[in-house]
Each structure stands twice: as structure tokens, then as C-alpha cells.
């Protein structure tokens, strides 16, 4: 079966890494997470991976930290993800690149778009670090960025829940699932699919976004075949 994507940049949650332990990386997680990786690597698709650090650090949970160096700290943990990331891209067979948009040389590549491309057609699976490199964005404006500048097909997030809903599912069983949204519609409806300048960037460089739930890593495979699941945003 044909892929429906070329090229895709998944954005992992640093929670998604702990599985059950809900914070640390959970490595037994992270290697089926990477396997279902490899089989979309295996159909021809070329990879890149951006991840939060949300397991480890959270800066707008800080408190009275100053805000910068406390967002600082959160990119350092996304930091310690790809290297659990590349690991396990490594022991299942893939060949792993990390960028960091902080340069750190001796454990990553400084961020290279150029590079990053460069690697992404050689059969590479580039992991991204750091977010933005800036304080005051998100990991996930970091994936629409990365996304834009790699020109990626689409984003896959893949998050904890099985879709994007009209309010919290936990909390509100009446909740509905969206199977389609346009990006106008994430903001306005205020959805949360991304914070709102990860979700402005997405629409105005028309990038797809594909929510879906990472408990079942193969529905990363299922994403790349164009099957129906989760919500698509475009």
C-alpha cells in the first residue's frame, strides 16, 4: 500500500515517552514507539521527530521562576527525550539524527535546516530538541516551524487522547469528537489542538494536523496509510 505522506513530522508529548509511570521515560514505551517508526521508515517515508519535556520539566508550571530560565530548563529536558528517542531508533535498526536549537556539540548537531533535509533523504530520522531555541514558545510551535521549514506534509500530533473534542473528555463524558477542523475553527473554537501561535503558523503556511491517540503506537502507521482515524485539521 502506497503511503498517503512523503514526508512527516511527529510531534511527541514528553508524557507520551513515560507510559504508565506518567513522568521519566519509560523505555519499553519508547522502543514501540520507535518500532512503529521503523515500519513507516520501511514503507518509504522520511521522518522527523519533535518532542516536548513535559515528563521531565514544565516551565509554565514554575511558579515564581523567572519565566526565561525556567523555559530554558524545559528545553533542556526535551534534550534528555531525544537522546532516549535516538536510542531507541538506534536499537531498532534506524539511523537517528539529533538537532538541538541550542547547541550543545558534544551530545547533538546544532539545528541546520539545509542538513536536516539532507538527512531526512538519506533514509535518516532527524529528532529535534530545544523547541525553538526561544523562551516564551512551545514545543509544538517548534513542530509547526520544523514542519514549515522541512516542508513536511503534515503533522502528526500524537497525544493522549483519540482526537480532538468540543471540551475535555475526562472531565465531560457528553464531550464530541471532530472527525475534520479547519484551522480557523481551532481558533476560534479555542480547541487546544496547539497553543494558538503554533495553530496560527500551521494555517498560515497550510500545514495539516493530524490528531490522534499514541496509547496503540501503531496508529503512526495507520496515519501514513491515509487511514481514518483521529482529527485532521487543514
Excluded at 36 to 44: N, Y
Aim: glycine share 10%; net charge negative; hydrophobic share 40%.
Amino acid at each position: 500500500m502506497e503511503p498517503a505522506y512523503k514526508r512527516v513530522l511527529i510531534k511527541l508529548s514528553g508524557e507520551a515517552l513515560s507510559g504508565s509511570k506518567g513522568t521519566g521515560i519509560d523505555f519499553d514505551k519508547v522502543l514501540e514507539v520507535c518500532t512503529a517508526i521503523k515500519e513507516v521508515v520501511d514503507l518509504g517515508v522520511q521522518v522527523a521527530i519533535v518532542v516536548g519535556g513535559g515528563n521531565f520539566w514544565r516551565g509554565r508550571s514554575s511558579g515564581q521562576m523567572d519565566r526565561t530560565r525556567a523555559d530554558h530548563m524545559g528545553m533542556l529536558a526535551t534534550v534528555i527525550n531525544t537522546l532516549g528517542l535516538a536510542d531507541g531508533l538506534e536499537q531498532v535498526g534506524l539511523v537517528p539524527r539529533v538537532q538541538t536549537a541550542i547547541e550543545m556539540r558534544q551530545i547533538a548537531e546544532p539545528y541546520i535546516r539545509n542538513r536536516a533535509v539532507r538527512h531526512l533523504e538519506k533514509g535518516r530520522v532527524v529528532v529535534f530538541g530545544c523547541g525553538t531555541g526561544n523562551p516564551f514558545f512551545s514545543t509544538d510551535t517548534g513542530a509547526a516551524l520544523r514542519a514549515a521549514e522541512i516542508n513536511a506534509d503534515i503533522i502528526f500530533k500524537a497525544t493522549n487522547v483519540d482526537g480532538v473534542y468540543d471540551s475535555d473528555p475526562k472531565l465531560n463524558p457528553d464531550a464530541v469528537k471532530f472527525d475534520r477542523l479547519s484551522h480557523m475553527d481551532v481558533l476560534n473554537k479555542e480547541l487546544h489542538v496547539m497553543d494558538s501561535t503554533a495553530a496560527s503558523l500551521c494555517m498560515d503556511n497550510k500545514i495539516k494536523i493530524l490528531v490522534f491517540n499514541l496509547d496503540d503506537p501503531n496508529n503512526i502507521v495507520k496515519a501514513v496509510k491515509g487511514e481514518t482515524i483521529g482529527t485532521i485539521v487543514e
